[in-house]
C-alpha cells in the first residue's frame, strides 16, 4: 500500500486533483491524504477538509505550519503531488516521487518559473508545450492531458441540472459566463457593460480566488456583489464554489482575459472572447516591459480561435455576433484543442497515474 499526499496549495488546485484522486482510489493500492499549508484565514481549509470527509479521504491539518510540516514528514508518504513548487521541499523525503500537475495553462510565464529540480514527473497538457520545455532542458516530463478537464467526460447531467435550478436561471436565454483573471483583469473594463448585456442573456460571474481572498483584489468581488444585486440576471459564484467545471458545461459562450479557462473551454466548441483590454497597476503603466516580461507573449500572439477585443464598447456586438455564428471558429476551436490539450478523452489522470507506477 503507497501513501500519497495532495498538497493542496490553494482550493481551486482542487479540481485538477480531484480526477488523479478518484483514479488512485480505483485501483485499491493507495492510502491518500490531502493537505493545505496554514494560513491566518481557514475558510479554504475548512471547505478542503469537508470534501475530504464526503470522500472518505484523510486530512492532514495543525494548529500551526510548523506542525503540519512535521505531521507530513512523520507519514512518510511515497507520492507528493503538488500544483506548485511551494512548500514541497519542506514536506518531502528524499526516497519519495514527487509529481507536478500545475495548476493553470494561461498566458503566464510562471508555467515555465515555477519549476525545482526535485520534481520527477511533471504532467504536461500539450505536445506543444512538452516541447518546449524539452527545449528548455527538462526531462522529467509526461504527456497526459489536462487532468482538471477529465471531468467534463464525467459530470452526471442532473448535477448539471440542479445547478441550473439553483441558479434559477432563465431557460430562454442563452448563458455567458464570465471568468476574468485576478490581474492583469478586464473586469473594470468589462464590468460596466455586464448591465445591458443581462437583459438578454444569463450572465454567470466566475473570479479568480484571490479576487476574494486578497486584500488588493477585494474591490472586485464588491463590484460584482453590488451588480447581481440590481441585475436578476447576473448570477456571482461565490467564493465557497471553486469548481468551474460544471459552469462551463451550462453556458453558451465564454468572456475572459488572460485566465485558462479560455483553454480549459475548447473542448466544449463553443465561442469564445478574448478581452484584451486590461486594468494595470501604475508601475507596469509607466514601466511597461516589466508587465510583459510576466506575459508569454508568443502564446498569446498565436491564440486563433477566440474573438479578440482591445475595446469594451466592441463587447456586446460581439457577443451576439459570436451567438450568433457559433460555427463560424468552429475548425479552429478544434484544432485549438488537439493543440493546446493533446488527447482529449477523459484520461488524463489515467496517462499520470500509470506514468507514476511505472517510475
Same mark, same amino acid.
Given at each position: 500500500?503507497? =501513501?500519497?499526499?495532495?498538497?493542496?496549495?490553494? %482550493?481551486?488546485?482542487?479540481?485538477? $486533483? !480531484?480526477?488523479?484522486? /478518484?483514479?488512485?482510489? =480505483?485501483?485499491? +493500492?493507495? =492510502?491518500?491524504?490531502?493537505?493545505?499549508?496554514?494560513?491566518?484565514? !481557514?475558510?479554504?481549509?475548512?471547505?478542503?477538509?469537508?470534501?475530504?470527509?464526503?470522500?472518505?479521504?484523510?486530512?492532514?491539518?495543525?494548529?500551526?505550519?510548523? &506542525?503540519?510540516?512535521?505531521? *507530513?514528514?512523520?507519514?512518510?508518504?511515497? *507520492?507528493? *503531488?503538488?500544483?506548485?513548487?511551494?512548500?514541497? +521541499?519542506?514536506?518531502?523525503?528524499?526516497?519519495? *516521487?514527487?509529481?507536478?500537475?500545475?495548476?493553470?495553462? &494561461?498566458?503566464?510565464?510562471?508555467?515555465?518559473?515555477?519549476?525545482?529540480?526535485?520534481?520527477?514527473?511533471?504532467?504536461?497538457?500539450?505536445?506543444?508545450?512538452?516541447?518546449?520545455?524539452? &527545449?528548455? &532542458?527538462?526531462?522529467?516530463?509526461? !504527456?497526459?492531458?489536462?487532468?482538471?478537464? #477529465?471531468?467534463?467526460?464525467?459530470?452526471?447531467?442532473?448535477?448539471?441540472?440542479?445547478? =441550473?435550478?439553483?441558479?434559477?436561471?432563465?431557460? +430562454?436565454?442563452?448563458?455567458?459566463?464570465?471568468?476574468?483573471? $485576478?490581474?492583469?483583469?478586464?473586469?473594470?473594463?468589462?464590468?460596466?457593460?455586464?448591465?445591458?448585456?443581462?437583459?438578454?442573456?444569463?450572465?454567470?460571474?466566475?473570479?479568480?480566488?484571490?479576487?476574494?481572498?486578497?486584500?488588493?483584489?477585494?474591490? /472586485?468581488?464588491?463590484?460584482?456583489?453590488?451588480?447581481?444585486?440590481?441585475?436578476?440576471?447576473?448570477?456571482? !459564484?461565490?467564493?465557497?464554489?471553486?469548481?468551474?467545471?460544471?459552469?462551463?458545461?451550462?453556458?453558451?459562450?465564454?468572456?475572459?482575459?488572460?485566465?485558462?479557462?479560455?483553454?480549459?473551454?475548447?473542448?466544449?466548441?463553443?465561442?469564445?472572447? /478574448?478581452?484584451?483590454? $486590461?486594468?494595470?497597476? %501604475?508601475?507596469?503603466?509607466?514601466?511597461?516591459?516589466?508587465?510583459?516580461?510576466?506575459?508569454?507573449?508568443?502564446?498569446?500572439?498565436?491564440?486563433?480561435?477566440?474573438?479578440?477585443?482591445? #475595446?469594451?464598447? +466592441?463587447?456586446?456586438?460581439?457577443?451576439?455576433?459570436?451567438?450568433?455564428?457559433?460555427?463560424?471558429?468552429?475548425?479552429?476551436?478544434?484544432?485549438?484543442? /488537439?493543440?493546446?490539450?493533446?488527447?482529449?478523452?477523459?484520461?488524463?489522470?489515467?496517462?499520470?497515474?500509470?506514468?507514476?507506477?511505472?517510475?
Amino acid at each position: 500500500m503507497k =501513501k500519497v499526499l495532495f498538497e493542496t496549495h490553494h %482550493l481551486y488546485y482542487w479540481p485538477n $486533483f !480531484l480526477p488523479i484522486l /478518484q483514479e488512485l482510489k =480505483k485501483r485499491q +493500492n493507495y =492510502k491518500i491524504h490531502v493537505s493545505m499549508p496554514r494560513r491566518l484565514s !481557514l475558510i479554504q481549509q475548512d471547505i478542503l477538509e469537508e470534501l475530504c470527509k464526503e470522500n472518505g479521504i484523510s486530512f492532514i491539518s495543525s494548529a500551526n505550519e510548523q &506542525g503540519r510540516i512535521k505531521k *507530513i514528514k512523520k507519514e512518510a508518504y511515497d *507520492i507528493i *503531488i503538488v500544483g506548485n513548487v511551494g512548500q514541497l +521541499n519542506k514536506i518531502i523525503l528524499p526516497e519519495a *516521487i514527487a509529481v507536478m500537475v500545475y495548476h493553470g495553462i &494561461g498566458l503566464k510565464q510562471s508555467y515555465y518559473t515555477d519549476i525545482d529540480d526535485r520534481i520527477n514527473l511533471r504532467a504536461v497538457e500539450s505536445l506543444d508545450r512538452m516541447n518546449e520545455l524539452k &527545449g528548455h &532542458g527538462h526531462t522529467n516530463l509526461v !504527456l497526459t492531458g489536462f487532468t482538471k478537464l #477529465d471531468r467534463l467526460h464525467h459530470f452526471a447531467n442532473e448535477s448539471i441540472n440542479l445547478i =441550473k435550478n439553483d441558479l434559477e436561471l432563465n431557460l +430562454n436565454k442563452k448563458t455567458i459566463l464570465y471568468a476574468p483573471s $485576478f490581474y492583469p483583469t478586464s473586469i473594470e473594463k468589462i464590468s460596466p457593460y455586464l448591465s445591458d448585456l443581462s437583459q438578454d442573456h444569463n450572465i454567470i460571474i466566475k473570479l479568480h480566488a484571490f479576487s476574494w481572498e486578497q486584500k488588493k483584489y477585494h474591490y /472586485q468581488n464588491i463590484l460584482f456583489i453590488e451588480l447581481s444585486k440590481v441585475c436578476k440576471n447576473i448570477h456571482l !459564484l461565490p467564493n465557497e464554489v471553486f469548481d468551474i467545471i460544471p459552469y462551463y458545461m451550462i453556458s453558451d459562450i465564454l468572456i475572459t482575459d488572460i485566465s485558462s479557462t479560455m483553454f480549459e473551454y475548447l473542448p466544449l466548441d463553443r465561442p469564445i472572447i /478574448q478581452a484584451e483590454c $486590461f486594468s494595470l497597476k %501604475l508601475k507596469h503603466r509607466i514601466f511597461n516591459q516589466r508587465f510583459w516580461r510576466k506575459m508569454d507573449i508568443i502564446r498569446q500572439e498565436n491564440i486563433d480561435f477566440t474573438y479578440k477585443i482591445f #475595446d469594451p464598447d +466592441n463587447l456586446m456586438s460581439r457577443v451576439y455576433y459570436a451567438l450568433d455564428n457559433v460555427d463560424e471558429m468552429s475548425e479552429n476551436r478544434k484544432k485549438a484543442c /488537439q493543440h493546446y490539450l493533446y488527447n482529449n478523452d477523459g484520461r488524463a489522470s489515467f496517462r499520470l497515474v500509470e506514468a507514476i507506477e511505472k517510475y
